[in-house]
């Protein structure tokens, strides 16, 4: 996999490089990139699971002085809410919402409950990719009296050789901070890429430069030590 910008690709203890997202985590590993949701995901399946949990305990203690309907419905929000919440919990473990693989040839969009390969949404050979384009929404001043978003929604679309559009990722940052969500959403485009032999198409009015990774200025290409970056 090619070299990617060091302020945005960090490294794990395993050997395996990320990118952090939105919510969402690339995993960048040899042959395989893999879009996941992040740790911080697993709050939500946690709190459904003890709320269950506590359901579960005033059924057994107090489950003879309940009246029908409310046992009815503490056992239907059981019956709702415990198979959600593990299914949650562990593809916020393990599971994959996007996968590109260079030895299976495609990119893979999986379904987000499940999350373990079970029940793929959608499949693209790598053959049938006609480019990667990055996009940015709320720069523009025409969304509400003339003013921009307080958000820059960059997003990683593939586009298929149907003109078909895939989002693989979402990265919203603040205006100050679009510097560093084009980095990320590039980052990720990049590495897709270079698996992938495609192209990486960037939003009219942004270019490719080059920035000295110990200084943080902008320079000439030139050999040596230094990461491409894209700014306005």
Known sequence: ????????????????????LHRSV?????????????????????????????????LVSR???????????????????????????????????VVVDRKKGSVTWQQGALGMGIGARDVVPFDRIDHLEVTIEGDQPDRWQGETDSLRQFALVLVKDNAKRLEVARVPVPPSAQADG???????????AGLAGTTVHIPEGWELV???????????????KSKRRSGR
């Not at 996999?1 to 952090?20: F, K, N, S, T």
């Not at 690339?26 to 709050?43: F, H, N, P, Q, Y």
């Not at 080059?210 to 290409?221: N, W, Y």
Request: aromatic share 4%.
């Open 1 to 20: 996999m090619q070299d990617l910008p060091g302020h945005v690709v960090e490294q794990r203890r395993d050997g395996r490089r990320y990118i952090l």
């Open 26 to 58: 690339a995993v960048l590993e040899g042959d395989k990139v893999e879009v996941k949701r992040a740790r911080s995901t697993i709050i939500l399946p946690l709190v459904g699971l003890g709320l269950s949990a506590i359901t579960g305990s005033l």
């Open 63 to 97: 489950g003879s002085g309940l009246g029908l309907w409310a046992l009815v419905l503490l056992l239907l929000f059981c019956l709702l809410v415990v198979p959600i919440s593990v299914m949650g919990l562990v593809s916020s473990f393990v599971g994959a919402s």
């Open 182 to 192: 084009m980095d990320r959403t590039l980052a990720l485009a990049n590495a897709i």
């Open 210 to 224: 080059t920035i000295d990774t110990e200084t943080g200025e902008v320079k000439a290409p030139r050999a040596g």
